[in-house]
């Protein structure tokens, strides 16, 4: 493996793994793994799905919230921008028509949630699901009302309340 070959794996977030250092020759002649090949191949699996993904997506939305409320945005608001662009998965074009502004601003309010969240809004796409999952638990019919704080910040209305007690 010469160093053009390590680059275009890199770039592809692979890896190479040579058999010299990761596998033994055995004296009957199988390959035997030297350690777990899970631990080689723990960064290319996954992140867990779930609650864990859930609690990622809380704090994302916590994090556009706190954004939102940082400045006065006359079009295209960054919460507008988010949901559309990152939990509906619309164009940047697509995104600008319903915010009734140029695609140029929303790449303005992306570069803006990037920086905030130090990931690309790309990347936040994969949450899509736990983004609609809590915006539906927010516009459950049988809930007489909704703590939306606490949806989002995973805290109770309860807890808010205790607090205040003292």
């Not at 033994?24 to 779930?50: I, R």
Request: hydrophobic share 40%.
């Amino acid at each position: 493996m010469d160093a053009v070959g390590v680059e275009i794996l890199r770039g592809a977030r692979g890896e190479f793994f040579d058999l010299q250092t990761n596998v033994l020759l055995m004296p009957s002649g199988t390959l035997q793994a030297k350690k777990n090949p899970m631990e080689l191949l723990t960064a290319f699996v996954p992140e867990p799905v779930g609650q864990a993904a859930d609690e990622v997506a809380r704090r994302v939305l916590a994090m556009v919230e706190a954004l939102e409320a940082t400045g006065k945005w006359r079009k295209a608001p960054v919460t507008k921008v988010f949901q559309l662009y990152c939990a509906k998965g619309l164009s940047r074009a697509e995104v600008a028509k319903r915010s009734g502004c140029s695609p140029a601003l929303v790449t303005l309010r992306l570069k803006l949630i990037e920086k905030k969240l130090a990931r690309k809004p790309i990347e936040l796409r994969q949450l899509s699901p736990q983004f609609e999952q809590i915006e539906d638990s927010l516009s459950d019919p049988r809930a007489k009302t909704t703590y939306r704080k606490g949806a989002i910040y995973g805290d109770s209305a309860d807890d808010e309340q205790e607090e205040g007690a003292f």
